[in-house]
């Protein structure tokens, strides 16, 4: 066998308090897409940084086709041909394609910029990938998805024989996947290894060759991704029995509990130009509603309507039968609707306040700013919270941002659940948070809803639609494209929903 | 004797709240003013004398309190602005507004102190509300915001004042800066009212969460439905109000209204205050305690350096390097490597840090809730 690409043997690293990295082995050959799987914490995050420098490595050795490294920065490591794309893109936004590609690496004349040479390099950069962008355009003014290009093209740039993947696709749609999963492909036979993190098991199974699978640090196994089942692979991320994990995910909703008839809320023709078109709703109390559809098909905006962070220029908005207007969330919270919003970085947790505070802050501020909550109550509150949702935290008073996001999220919950609402929106709860998380998020909703809350549920997972809603409506390009319920709910139904509306497009 | 005394028990006393600060954020604030005095009681000769007078105190350590009061109250409403992400400049030219309309009632218009005062004070609330609704209401940069009243404010000054420096020797006006009480200056009784007051407004009402929270991240504080455009509202109202304070003290020092000098460049001291105090320029937590002690410290430098004889020229520079040196101490990056330096001196405080009043040393810890 020949030398391999990557080489990994025993990396270790140890935080104060807790060992991320426990003598982890990692082999990567030429022309593989390796999956490196695990929950949240597993240690993904932390091998990729210490293998690249991010953070100095406290044992192990690292040999790229078969010459011993250990980069010291992440430079070094794109020197030395090992690039990582990140979650978050990490490009300047105010930039243009070209500079973005060229950035910290420019071709100089004497200390001049080389314009020339800059264009072409991205063009060269680009070209590998099959796209062509106009290069002098702000990079903000393209897609997330294509920044993410643009950020693996950077990547390639630097001549690399290894590029590095983490979570590139937790912000794209389905057919953004496809496009990146087409072009991995082609690197792929080009010969460059790919190392490829994700929680999106579909993707998985879709792109990689091997999976390496983590766990508290620790390496659980590296096995051929067509010889290893699903339910497999999720019981060596977990740590838990087949069977046990099996019983996780087959509960279908019922509709046993929902009271009335009478909608909680409903929504008549409402909308907002050049945001959503007007549409109706109706969610009744201990009823999940599902909102499904593609990226960018007005589902956030849709929420954002409900929850008074937008307003709407038409339409209305009816709770228990009484027309509402929001101005601002004060108004849609008066009114027991919360919402966890999709982006939890920008609009969700405040990160330097402590668990406590981030779980009292809602009900603080419909209290108002004199009838304060006091230490003690606040402190039982957060208490009650950290043990019913089972929120890891070593103690109320930690600092949110030291979470990791399914916890973050947990907490947020939490917040919104001390207010008592009526109506909890729920905007991509589960996204990029690990799958023992999700389970325990699912299965809350569905006790919320047990106990005659109304949820509107959004999820780009169609399974998670399928398994949570008794009611789901479809949307596309910013307008309602159908609604299904019950026995018709299926992920097929909603695809073929999603679909239709997409060859009616390709015809008009 | 007695000095001698005096001394020990107040080296005991600030030794002890030291220690019993010693997991918070103000310890490194604190501490610093403590070194500064440590150093003074050795190489500053009669920086520690006190003398009796009239049954008023007099010395150095007095004056720093007395001489600090402007940039404490100042700082009282600069960290809460600060705390919402933003920063406030016009406080300097504020102080210059409210001294030419306060001496210009008293005198020209022949007004009674209390109205003038209380026009003074009415004004620079006005002051600060423009600066909150261009920051909270059209969303301006606080830093441009605020710089509309920082240049143009001393302008508006001026035509209060017509271009004159007015004098005054209304015995209400002159008490506010000169005046005692309790053997004390008066401005230490002004300034700690001013603090408690402030510490219940924000650390009894849920507003000092609000503050944090909307400093820390504005869109998720709005979704969580907080009124944060009326959070930030506040925040430069009240720093309007410090600043008007602090304006009717600075003029009741010099018993005139100089609409030029009055309050320059006290705006950066107030920021150096806040951040010496441990709160970030980012904004989210704030330490109250921390700025007004950090306030008393830049105070305390420019004294001693007063006392040793630096000529004004010059006294810059000593004043830049101590506070590098203090907001490096103030660094965790840089503390974890000093940290074995210091553990011999927590032997010594630590039985009279437990011996302390519990009100006190809760009352202290409760502006920093950060363990």
């Known amino acids: 066998m020949a030398t391999p690409l990557l080489e990994v043997k025993a990396l270790s690293k140890g935080f104060p308090g807790v060992k991320a990295l426990d003598a982890v082995d990692l082999t990567v050959q030429a022309g593989e897409i390796h999956a490196l799987m695990g929950e949240n914490g597993a240690g993904k995050s932390t091998f990729i940084k210490v293998l690249t420098g991010v953070f100095p490595r406290d044992a192990g ?24 794309v990140y979650q978050e893109v990490n490009l300047i936004p105010h930039l243009s394609v070209a500079e973005n590609i060229c950035l910290g690496r420019q071709p100089t004349w004497f200390g001049a910029i080389r314009w020339a040479a800059i264009t072409r390099r991205a063009r060269a950069a680009l070209a590998r990938l099959d796209l062509s962008l106009d290069l002098k355009r702000q990079l903000s003014s393209y897609s997330i998805a294509i920044q993410q290009m643009v950020a693996i093209a950077r990547a390639l740039d630097i001549s690399a024989k290894l590029l590095i993947l983490d979570e590139p696709t937790s912000s794209l749609d389905k057919l953004e996947v496809e496009e990146l999963f087409k ?14 993190i994700t929680h999106f098991l579909d993707q998985v199974y879709e792109i990689s060759d091997l999976i390496t699978v983590l766990r508290n640090g620790h390496r659980v196994g590296c096995y051929a991704t067509k010889d290893l089942p699903r339910i497999k692979l999720v019981s060596h991320m977990i740590g838990k029995d087949v069977q046990e994990v099996e019983a996780l995910g087959q509960k279908r909703a019922s509709t046993a509990t929902i009271r009335s008839n009478r909608p909680m809320l409903e929504a008549k023709g409402l909308g907002r130009k050049g945001f959503i078109q007007p549409l109706d709703l109706e969610i009744r109390p201990g009823e999940v509603l599902g909102l499904a559809g593609l990226l960018g098909s007005g589902r956030t905006e849709t929420a954002r309507l409900l929850f008074g962070v937008d307003r709407p220029d038409q339409g209305t908005i009816l709770i228990d039968g009484r027309a509402v207007k929001f101005n601002s969330p004060r108004a849609a919270i008066r009114c027991r609707i919360a919402l966890t919003p999709e982006d939890r970085k920008v609009a969700g947790i405040i990160p330097n306040l402590t668990v406590r505070e981030n779980i009292i802050l809602a009900l603080q501020a419909s209290r108002g700013t004199w009838r304060r909550l006091s230490v003690p109550e606040q402190e039982k509150l957060a208490d009650r919270f950290i043990r019913s949702l089972d929120i890891k935290t070593p103690s109320r008073e930690q600092l949110l941002r030291n979470l990791s996001g399914g916890n973050q999220q947990k907490a947020l919950l939490a917040r919104w659940l001390a207010t008592e609402p009526k109506l909890f929106i729920l905007d991509e709860p589960t996204r990029g948070i690990d799958v023992g998380a999700k389970a325990e998020i699912e299965k809350l909703i569905q006790s919320l809803r047990q106990e005659g809350l109304a949820v509107l549920f959004i999820s780009s997972e169609l399974e998670e639609i399928v398994r949570q809603s008794q009611r789901v409506v479809i949307l596309r390009d910013r307008r309602k494209v159908g609604e299904l319920a019950e026995a018709e709910i299926s992920a097929e139904a909603i695809m073929q929903s999603i679909a239709t509306a997409d060859t009616e497009r390709t015809v008009a | 004797m007695i000095n001698w005394v005096s001394d020990l028990l107040f080296w005991l006393f600030f030794g002890a709240i030291l220690y019993s600060l010693r997991h918070q954020r103000i310890f490194w604030t604190v501490g610093a003013l403590g070194l500064l005095m440590l150093f003074n009681q050795f190489f500053t000769p009669g920086f520690f004398h006190v003398q009796l007078l009239d049954g008023h105190f007099y010395g150095s350590r007095i004056d720093v309190l007395n001489q600090g009061a402007k940039v404490m109250l100042l700082s009282l409403g600069m960290v809460l602005v600060i705390a919402t992400g933003g920063v406030d400049l016009s406080v300097g030219a504020v102080m210059a ?23 003074a004070l009415l004004i620079s609330v006005v002051a600060g509300a423009w600066n909150g609704l261009l920051v909270a209401g059209f969303g301006i940069q606080p830093i441009i915001a605020t710089l509309v ?21 209304d015995p209400t006006m002159v008490y506010l800066g000169n005046g005692h009480l309790f053997a004390l200056p008066f401005t230490v009784t002004l300034v700690l009212v001013m603090l408690i007051l402030t510490l219940f407004l924000v650390r009894r009402t849920a507003l000092g969460l609000f503050i944090e929270s909307v400093g820390d991240n504005y869109e998720a504080s709005r979704y969580s439905g907080i009124n944060a455009m009326q959070v930030k509202f506040l925040v430069y109202t009240f720093s309007g109000f410090c600043a ?14 100089d ?21 970030s320029l980012v904004g989210g937590r704030f330490y109250l305690v921390g700025a007004v002690v950090g306030a008393l410290f830049i105070q305390a430098l420019t004294t001693t350096l007063y006392a040793r004889n630096v000529s004004s020229d010059v006294s810059p520079v000593p004043k830049a390097l101590v506070i590098i040196a203090v907001c490096l ?33 809760t009352a202290l810890r409760h502006d920093s809730p950060e363990p």
């Open chain 2, 244 to 257: 008007g304070l602090a304006g009717l003290v600075a003029c009741s020092n010099i018993k005139s209204a």
């Open chain 2, 97 to 119: 507004i409210s001294a030419a309309v306060s001496s210009r009632l008293l005198v020209t218009e022949h007004q009674p102190a209390g109205i003038a005062i209380a026009a």
């Open chain 2, 329 to 361: 101490f103030e660094s965790d990056v840089f503390r974890a490597r000093m940290a074995p330096l210091f553990r011999p001196l927590g032997r010594i405080f630590k039985p009279l840090g437990s011996r302390l009043p519990r009100k006190l040393v």
């Open chain 1, 183 to 196: 072009k991995l492909r082609k690197l792929r036979e080009g010969g460059l290894g790919i190392i490829f």
């Open chain 1, 61 to 84: 050795e690292t040999r790229l086709e078969g010459k011993m490294i250990a980069p010291k920065a992440p430079r070094e490591a794109e020197m030395l041909g090992m690039s990582t």
């Open chain 2, 259 to 279: 609409a030029n000098n009055i309050g320059l460049y006290l705006e950066l001291d107030a920021i150096l205050a806040v951040v010496v105090g441990g709160t």
């Open chain 2, 149 to 169: 009243l920082m240049v143009a404010g001393r302008g508006v000054a001026q035509l209060v004042t017509e271009g004159q420096i007015i004098n005054f020797l």
